[in-house]
């Protein structure tokens, strides 16, 4: 039996792409994702790399992604550290 996933290893540069898309401003969408933006700063920097599944599932959400579809996600898998 496999342990639940720890965090998810995240691409900053495809969090700050996409929000750029939507037009959103990082305190707008940080707010939204119920996070800091200094957090999502660091997240967007590659500053930060991990996040927990229940704040990506926030993160994804508040930018519109589909629950399936993890192109935020640095190897398009979650981490199983």
């Known amino acids: ?18 929000r750029m898309e939507r037009g ?7 707010r939204t994702a119920g996070i800091t933006s200094s957090y ?6 590659g500053v930060r790399r991990q996040m927990r599944p229940p704040t ?5 959400a ?3 992604i589909k629950a399936d579809d993890d192109q935020l996600l640095a190897h398009g898998e979650p981490n199983t550290e």
């Open 1 to 18: 039996m496999t342990a639940p996933r720890a965090t998810y290893e995240v691409d900053g540069a495809a969090i700050r792409r996409r």
């Open 24 to 30: 959103i401003q990082i305190a707008d969408l940080a």
């Open 40 to 45: 999502l700063s660091r997240l967007e920097t």
């Open 56 to 60: 990506y599932t926030a993160l994804r």
């Open 62 to 64: 508040s930018l519109g």
